[in-house]
């Protein structure tokens, strides 16, 4: 079985002589880039308004290189046709934030330039998130730096729980016990939303139920959406919604947006959110702050169950002119001062083991729950260029709509979803 969970069991004593870093250089010093520019792409729509970082990053990249930073802002929702369209006319960027699961499949249209030597130069593949090298890896190569990665983990209202006497759930049953109680006492609250288009909702359950995805057997990718473990999975995560009426029917076409638009309308209870949402929670809804708290994706019977390790690499292109300075660029936003800051300012997890032991030794409610999902309980998808196409057909999304909706059983859609993903996975 692949394994799922993170070993970044030393993180505060991983000093990897960054000091150099922390003044938000690269510590090389040693690109001289006068009258050059350098073009970057970073995405926008889920990202927190980062114009004033970039300024502040241009500035210090100026006054390091003499080079020029070019900053262009994508909405994640068009980036990937635009990066295919630029990909196909040779004009891509020079660097650019790219997706976890996108990073392989641009790699492979032999679109990215390879940056391990880099690293390996630079004394930093020892101290990169493991999860996040790996999902930057393709055949054998890093395409991606880690840059920052977010996790999924239970948003509950603290103000709710303590109000009905009720603890944070440590398993299963206790969500629904708790869900079925906030029900009754709170009628128009949804206890637990169960949304129909957010597929990384659904995987911890596929996951704490010792379940996989998809899994590579030889050179055939083979889903495990319908095994035994992960209908189990499955089960319980739309029996939420269709046997204990803990969502809503409303909540059949929901994103993620929707959800934490709901929970900032005081009309969720509990529900899966990321490590990036409490400072949007608080911004849009002053009035909850202080209200609300995390908890890890409780295992079965206890314990965690798995959740997916979500986040973005930087990479370079092959059609960049200058590949030292691109690098320069790339390692001055993933170490030292200016990672720090991203990560602070988002809510994000830096894509450095050694970046990441404020967040691991917090022992604030909004920070430590995620930094525990992240660390011990982190998981990734495939990886495999093939994977983002499975995510365009939105398979997952389709299975977990057909059951919530009730046009299909568990069992069928389970077997419908798992064939078309290894359909689409070798290429039929």
Not at 13 to 30: E, N, Q
Not at 94 to 101: I, L, R
């Amino acid at each position: 079985m692949r394994k799922r969970t993170l070993p970044l069991a030393v993180l505060a004593t991983a000093a990897l002589g960054l000091t150099a870093c922390a003044g938000g250089g690269s510590g090389s010093g040693d690109v001289s880039a006068d009258g050059q520019t350098l073009t970057v792409w970073i995405m926008q729509g889920t990202n927190p308004d980062s114009e004033a970082f970039f300024k502040e990053v241009g500035s210090a990249f100026k006054k390091e290189t003499g080079a020029t930073l070019k900053v262009e802002y994508v909405q994640w929702a068009d980036a990937h046709d635009r990066f295919v369209t630029s990909i196909a006319g040779n004009t891509t960027p020079d660097v650019a934030e790219t997706g976890t699961t996108w990073t392989a499949e641009f790699a492979d249209a032999g679109a990215l330039a390879p940056i391990g030597d880099y690293v390996d130069e630079a004394g930093l593949k020892d101290d990169l998130v493991k999860g996040l090298a790996d999902s930057g890896t393709y055949d054998g190569e890093l395409y991606g730096m880690p840059w920052y990665a977010g996790v999924r983990s239970i948003v509950y209202r603290t103000d709710v729980f303590e109000e009905l006497g009720l603890k944070a759930p440590t398993t299963w049953q206790e969500i629904i016990d708790a869900g079925t109680a906030i029900k009754a006492a709170k009628p128009d609250m949804i206890p637990f939303p169960v949304p129909g288009d957010a597929e990384f909702t659904a995987y911890p359950w596929v996951w704490g139920a010792g379940g996989e995805v998809s899994e590579l057997d030889g050179d055939t990718w083979k889903s495990g959406l319908a095994s035994d473990d992960s209908r189990k999975g499955i089960q319980f995560w739309t029996d939420l919604a269709t046997k204990y009426d803990l969502s809503s029917s409303g909540a059949t076409t929901w994103k993620e947006t929707d959800v934490l638009d709901n929970f900032v309308q005081d009309k969720v209870a509990m529900a899966i959110m990321g490590s990036w949402t409490p400072a949007t929670i608080v911004q849009k809804n002053p009035e909850l702050e202080g209200k609300f708290a995390a908890i890890p994706i409780p295992g079965e019977d206890g314990g965690m169950s798995p959740s997916v390790l979500g986040g973005s690499h930087l990479s370079m292109f092959n059609t960049s002119k200058n590949k030292d300075l691109a690098f320069q660029f790339i390692e001055m936003m993933t170490t030292g001062k200016f990672a720090s800051e991203w990560a602070e300012q988002t809510g994000y997890f830096p894509g450095q083991t050694s970046l990441l032991s404020d967040s691991t030794e917090s022992d604030d409610p909004l920070v430590k729950p995620f930094a525990e999902q992240f660390v011990d309980g982190g998981a990734s998808l495939p990886v495999t260029p093939k994977f983002g196409a499975v995510q365009a057909k939105k398979t997952t999304n389709a299975m977990i709509q057909a059951i919530l909706s009730g046009s299909k059983s568990v069992d069928q859609a389970t077997t419908d979803a798992a064939k078309e993903m290894d359909d689409i996975m070798n290429g039929k």
